[in-house]
C-alpha cells in the first residue's frame, strides 16, 4: 500500500513539477502530494493543505529557496524540509544548513535515493546525497586543515590582506603595530611556502580559506 505522506514539491518549472510528482507516484498516494510553483502560491495554500515535507528549489522568482525554507523554519518548525536542486555550491549548501533544512539532494539523484531522503528526515534524521556528502566532507578537511596551520590571528590577517587592506590598515583595525602584522605575514608566507601578499591571496582562494 502506498503512504500517505502529504508533500508539496516548490519549482517554478512546469515540466520538473510534473516529472517530480511521477516520480514520487510508485511510493506515495498521488492524491496527498500537491506541486507549487513559487513560495507565496505555496504559502497562500497552508491553511488549506499543511504538508509534512516539502521538497524546494533555490532558484526561484519572488522568493528564492533559501527565503522559503528560512520562512518555514520560522513559521512552521515541524514541517520537513528537503532541498532538491541544482544548484549544489559549497555556499549554497552551508546556508541551507544553517537556516536548520533536513536535508540536501541534487536534482541529478534517482527516485528510489529521494525517495530514501524523504523517509530518512520524516523519521527526524538528517539526509544528504552523496555528492553533498562529500562537498560537506571536503569543506570540514579544509576547515580543519585552517585550524591546524595558521593561528586565529593570522587567519585575519590572511583575511584582510584578501581585501586589499594595507599592514598598516590590518595594524588599525586589529590594534596592533604594523611591525606585528609584518611578522604575523613573514610566518603566514613560510607556512604557505610563498614569499608575498598577491601569492598568498592566490593560495587562500584556492585552499578554501577566503572567497573573493
Same mark, same amino acid.
Given at each position: 500500500m502506498k503512504r500517505q505522506l502529504r508533500i508539496a514539491?516548490? @519549482?517554478?518549472?512546469?515540466?520538473?513539477?510534473?516529472?517530480?510528482?511521477?516520480? #514520487?507516484?510508485?511510493?506515495y498516494d498521488i492524491h496527498s502530494i500537491r506541486t507549487f510553483s513559487s513560495g507565496p502560491q505555496f504559502f497562500g495554500e497552508i491553511p488549506n493543505f499543511k504538508p509534512e515535507v516539502v521538497l524546494l528549489d533555490i532558484i526561484m522568482p519572488e522568493m528564492n529557496g533559501?527565503?522559503?525554507?528560512?520562512? #518555514?523554519?520560522?513559521?512552521?518548525?515541524?514541517?520537513?524540509?528537503?532541498? !532538491?536542486?541544482?544548484?549544489? @555550491?559549497?555556499a549554497t549548501i552551508l546556508k541551507a544548513?544553517?537556516?536548520?533544512v533536513n536535508g540536501f539532494i541534487s536534482?541529478? *539523484?534517482?527516485?528510489?535515493? #529521494?525517495c530514501n531522503a524523504i523517509e530518512t528526515i520524516t523519521e527526524d534524521a538528517d539526509y544528504f546525497g552523496r555528492d553533498i556528502a562529500q562537498i560537506l566532507k571536503e569543506v570540514s578537511?579544509?576547515?580543519? !586543515?585552517? @585550524?591546524e596551520i595558521f593561528s586565529p590571528r593570522e587567519l585575519e590577517i590572511i583575511r584582510y590582506c584578501a581585501d586589499g587592506l594595507m599592514s598598516k590598515e590590518i595594524a588599525e583595525k586589529l590594534c596592533i603595530s604594523a611591525r606585528t602584522v609584518e611578522g604575523h605575514k613573514l610566518?603566514?608566507?613560510?607556512k604557505?611556502?610563498? *614569499?608575498?601578499?598577491?601569492? !598568498?591571496?592566490?593560495?587562500?582562494?584556492?585552499?578554501?580559506?577566503?572567497r573573493l
Open positions: 514539491i516548490i @519549482d517554478d518549472h512546469p515540466l520538473f513539477l510534473m516529472g517530480t510528482r511521477m516520480a #514520487l507516484m510508485p511510493f533559501l527565503q522559503v525554507a528560512q520562512k #518555514l523554519h520560522d513559521e512552521f518548525p515541524d514541517i520537513k524540509i528537503l532541498i !532538491l536542486s541544482a544548484e549544489t @555550491d559549497e544548513m544553517e537556516i536548520g536534482k541529478a *539523484s534517482q527516485p528510489e535515493e #529521494l578537511a579544509t576547515k580543519k !586543515l585552517q @585550524d610566518s603566514i608566507f613560510r604557505m611556502g610563498i *614569499s608575498n601578499t598577491a601569492e !598568498l591571496i592566490k593560495y587562500s582562494v584556492k585552499h578554501g580559506i577566503v
